[in-house]
């Protein structure tokens, strides 16, 4: 079942609150006083005020909850008072209209959000538009968000995305003048959707997080619970995008988990406000997420036990979220997580089982006529019938399916397109026939005027003209295809550098396994372009081997006798270049590392820098275009700083090609600077060894290692460089937080300094705390 069910568009259609959807039928003892107290107003009102006509609107309100028919005659009467007032008061009266015409954008604003409820876009388009202009004369910009919002909304109902674009930014233009922080979080919320539901993943969060901040600033808990689940629905459709491509299961769990995280964060908002609806949306999204991670990992060969338990943990969710529905009258919702838990019960085989949820589905489904409902419904029976051998059965619920799902197809959409596209095209070659028609008349009057001579010289220029225009035909026909062309081989390009990106994430190591050797660390990671020169790199080796093979080091004798665990090797390394020329000669690097650590058994640093330069200098002068050897053209081929730490005695070796490391001492404001060798690993005239340096580091200690890129950044007010002063003094600020929260600021940092400027170099940072 596709989440994305559960997103929720915020949207501020009324000019008045309808904050919750509501399905009791009776009213509270403060609604029914309120009822008493705005009919009495009505009653003993016999003037055109605008206290009746507002009493009306008020009126509207509480009743639409439970008969939204009701909105239009009582708004139809406020308008009519409005309307009437306006007709009889003089224009001098300015404060006195300026009321009445707030009243009329009212009714106008609600009528045509009541035919927007019934599925009357064109009505509700008539009455938003005869509200506009009124609310552009008082300056009432509250209702002009609401117009802008709402007809934004509308097109976006109708596939029109650029226009609903247009209409939500506009919304966003007024909810900024206004300083509305909640209508702003409205307008971004709603943007966010439309690029979501276009499959623009990344845009769509964007626009999420900023809808986010906007709602925690005014601390409006519903807001903030509904963006994390708009959060979450987004991560959690990265995932299944990238499980329908078949690519590696960490990325895919990577998102799930946040989804989970974010939607679990939702629920707990929810529960704290009584939000019984959004309470069992989440519990729904929330099973659906641990059922997928359970499919997943049978795709993957994972645990018996864990899918298992997934799938328990997927049906506990599930049937509270069923619970409350049921409790709350949700009907449409019930369909949906019945359906949810037989998709399990299938999957285990329970077929009996699996068929009562289903059947129950599909009688709500059939009592309540949505096709949609009923599609979904009829595709698991037929399942579960084929699964059980009633060929009959399984063929008429396959037959249903079929039907439901061709009704949802919009077909009168489509021919209507069609018929408007024509007609456009009709009228068009309709004005270009008569222009030419007119033009042909008149040549023929002119020819039974002028002289021989004249219509010679008129028949010259129309050759002219045809040659000139045959000429510029072909050139646009030159152009048109050199186009294509280009157009083609770009889409070549960039297909070939996206695989180049999957190739390079491939060889990094995952989060996971950099968690697992260093525990308390963080890894930034931000490439200029889709691939990066910079990479990081994380390997562990034995400590009994690392001691044995770099006791002989006459910087390792104190060290070598201490390991008992582990020895974790890490690095940050910046390859020369960054884009696709930066990637390749990082894979290069990359791969000496690897054979380093795993051919020659090296584990001292200084000796593995030592060795992965002569082999990348030996890999690069393999490559050859025209006899100029490509170790020629990328002298520097990799700046890198080295780390070897042993996490039992925290005993760390370091070596360095230009790349230093930094250590902030616990309770010690300042950094240490551990000096790298100022040479480059590759080609590099009158070579020397590197040095490997002993460190004895404490408990609270913080190392970081990086590559250039974060300090060369142009940003801030006077779009300078940052500079590694400034990185040092961040460092040292935020020293006392927790790696994950470093990670956060530092990300957080380098967004704002950056601001709008290009990025200019590929970013690599790691942090470890002992």
Not at 511 to 529: A, C, E, G, T
Not at 553 to 573: H, R, Y
Not at 586 to 597: D, F, K, Q, T, Y
Request: aromatic residues 10%; charged residues 25%; glycine residues 6%.
């Amino acid at each position: 079942m596709s989440l994305s069910k559960y997103l929720i568009i915020i949207l501020s259609l009324l000019s008045f609150s309808t904050n919750t959807k509501c399905f009791a039928q009776n009213f509270s003892v403060e609604e029914q006083l309120q009822i008493d107290t705005l009919n009495r107003i009505i009653y003993d009102i016999t003037s055109y005020d605008t206290s009746k006509a507002n009493a009306y609107l008020a009126l509207a309100e509480i009743l639409y909850v439970s008969n939204p028919d009701t909105i239009i005659p009582l708004c139809e009467k406020a308008k009519n008072i409005a309307e009437k007032a306006l007709n009889k008061l003089p224009k001098s009266d300015k404060n006195t209209r300026k009321a009445f015409l707030k009243s009329l954008t009212g009714a106008l604003n609600n009528i045509g959000y009541a035919y927007l409820a019934k599925g009357n876009t064109d009505k509700a388009i008539e009455y938003y538009h005869k509200a506009k202009p009124i609310s552009e004369e008082i300056d009432d910009k509250e209702a002009l968000f609401t117009y802008y919002i709402s007809i934004g909304y509308i097109y976006m109902e109708k596939g029109e995305i650029k226009k609903a674009l247009k209409y939500y930014h506009q919304s966003l233009k007024i909810a900024e003048a206004m300083g509305n922080k909640q209508n702003i979080a409205t307008s971004l919320n709603n943007i966010g959707y439309i690029y979501e539901h276009q499959d623009d993943f990344d845009k769509g969060l964007e626009f999420y997080y900023l809808s986010l901040e906007k709602y925690k600033e005014i601390d409006y808990q519903q807001g903030i619970a509904d963006l994390y689940n708009n959060i979450s629905v987004v991560y959690n459709n990265q995932a299944q995008e990238i499980n329908k491509k078949g690519e590696n299961y960490d990325l895919v769990d990577i998102k799930r988990e946040k989804a989970l995280s974010y939607q679990q964060k939702s629920l707990r908002i929810r529960r704290e406000i009584g939000d019984k609806e959004g309470i069992s949306a989440s519990l729904n999204i929330i099973g659906g997420i641990y059922a997928s991670q359970a499919e997943e990992l049978i795709k993957y060969g994972g645990n018996a036990n864990t899918i298992n338990t997934k799938r328990q943990t997927a049906l506990e969710n599930l049937y509270e979220s069923l619970k409350i529905r049921k409790e709350i009258g949700d009907k449409d919702g019930m369909t949906y997580s019945l359906n949810s838990i037989a998709k399990i019960l299938i999957a285990q085989e329970q077929y009996q089982q699996a068929f009562d949820y289903v059947n129950r589905s599909f009688q709500i489904s059939r009592e309540l006529g949505y096709p949609k409902n009923i599609r979904n419904a009829a595709h698991l029976l037929s399942e579960i019938y084929k699964k059980q051998n009633k060929g009959t059965q399984a063929l008429e619920m396959f037959e249903l399916y079929i039907n439901m799902r061709d009704s949802i197809n919009n077909e009168e959409t489509q021919k209507s397109t069609i018929k408007l596209e024509a007609k456009y095209e009709y009228e068009k070659q309709k004005v270009i026939d008569d222009l030419e028609h007119k033009k042909i008349l008149a040549l023929k009057q002119e020819e039974k005027k002028k002289q021989q001579i004249l219509t010679i010289g008129t028949a010259a220029i129309l050759v002219l003209v045809i040659v000139f225009l045959i000429f510029v035909f072909n050139r646009l026909k030159v152009t048109r295809k050199q186009k294509l062309v280009i157009e083609s081989q770009n889409n070549e390009i960039i297909d070939s550098i996206n695989y180049a990106k999957r190739i390079q994430e491939a060889i990094l190591p995952s989060m996971q396994m950099v968690k697992k050797l260093l525990p308390n660390s963080f890894v930034y990671y931000q490439p200029k372009d889709i691939v990066a020169g910079d990479f990081y790199w994380v390997e562990s080796v034995p400590s009994s081997r690392h001691s044995a093979l770099d006791a002989e080091s006459p910087n390792n004798n104190e060290i070598a006798g201490q390991a008992s665990n582990d020895v974790v090797l890490f690095a940050a390394a910046d390859c020369t270049g960054h884009g696709v020329p930066g990637a390749m000669v990082s894979v290069v690097c990359n791969n000496a590392l690897n054979r380093v650590i795993r051919d020659y058994q090296l584990t001292d640093p200084g000796k593995i820098l030592d060795k992965t330069s002569e082999i990348v200098e030996n890999q690069l002068n393999q490559s050859t275009t025209s006899n100029i050897k490509m170790v020629d053209t990328i002298r520097d081929g990799m700046d890198i700083a080295l780390c070897a730490l042993n996490t039992e005695s925290n005993e760390l070796q370091y070596a360095g090609a230009k790349n230093p490391l930094w250590i902030i001492r616990k309770g010690e404001g300042n950094i240490e600077e551990i000096k790298a060798n100022k040479q480059s690993i590759g080609k590099v005239e009158n070579r020397t060894v590197y040095t490997t340096q002993a460190i004895k580091l404490n408990k609270g200690d913080s190392i970081y290692i990086f590559s250039d890129g974060f300090a060369d950044q142009f940003g801030g007010k006077k779009g300078k460089k940052l500079m590694y002063q400034t990185l040092k003094d961040f460092l040292i600020s935020i020293n006392n937080e927790t790696m994950e929260k470093q990670l956060e600021l530092i990300r957080n940092y380098f967004e704002k300094w950056k601001g709008n400027l290009e990025q200019v170099d590929d970013v690599c940072i790691i942090g470890v705390k002992i």
